[in-house]
């Protein structure tokens, strides 16, 4: 089987495009120890013009966003890494795709203490159909209200879209997807609804199209 480190291509890295299986760290990499970097899930999409990027500025400007949060300087500028996503579609030759861009601490030292650690960046873009597979947008998936809560918006910072933060949805779809069902349906700390273990939640009713607060989604 095909795995996500054997593949053909190149990844943005640092500033530059590698070979995809040279793009590497170390294993004691802060970021693979203790959780504190950022990312952002990007799609692109087919068109008659070539791919087109959904809503990269935006995506861009909430990946700034995240690491400020979390009090993590980027070493790019914002052109910078929307340039880097639109070279890790064409140098790879996709006309659809799915992109990650994350930021991550490097290998200088560990602990808690994250002031001394260089920060890292890299681009990757790779085909990728619907998240749920194209036989659930067909017939549709079975959902279980997860056990797991959303945390509270100021636990964690999850107003940033940080790799740490993934733990608890990974932990709520292992269990629905154990119990039998497909997806994981998230409560907030008061019990409403907020979110799925990886999407948000929208409900069309009478023609009004509803979603969580951000502060709970």
């Known amino acids: 089987m095909q795995t996500m480190a054997d593949r053909d291509g190149l990844i943005w890295l640092d500033g530059e495009m590698v070979p995809w299986r040279e793009a590497k760290v170390h294993v004691l990499t802060h970021t693979f120890h203790y959780g504190l970097g950022v990312f952002e899930g990007v799609r692109a999409y087919r068109t008659a013009d070539g791919p087109a990027i959904f809503r990269l500025p935006e995506h861009t400007d909430r990946l700034f966003q995240s690491a400020h949060i979390l009090g993590m300087k980027l070493p790019y500028d914002r052109e ?28 200088e030292g560990m602990g808690l203490r994250a002031d001394n650690l260089r920060v890292h960046c890299m681009v990757a873009a790779w085909e990728w159909g619907a998240y749920l597979g ?19 918006v ?27 069902y497909d997806e994981a349906l998230l409560l907030d700390v008061d019990g409403f609804v907020a ?16 979603t969580p607060e951000l502060t709970s989604a």
């Open 134 to 152: 194209e036989e659930a947008m067909e017939k549709g998936i079975r959902i279980k209200v997860s056990s797991f809560t959303r945390h509270h």
């Open 154 to 180: 100021n636990i964690t910072m999850c107003r940033a879209k940080a790799n740490g933060n993934y733990i608890n949805s990974m932990l709520a779809l292992q269990e629905a997807m154990t119990d039998g």
């Open 195 to 210: 979110e799925g273990s990886g999407e948000n939640i929208f409900i069309v009713r009478n023609g009004v199209l509803y």
């Open 80 to 107: 910078t890494l929307n340039r880097a996503q639109i070279e890790a579609v064409r140098e790879n030759g996709l006309d659809s795709a799915y992109i990650r861009p994350m930021c991550f601490y490097g290998s």
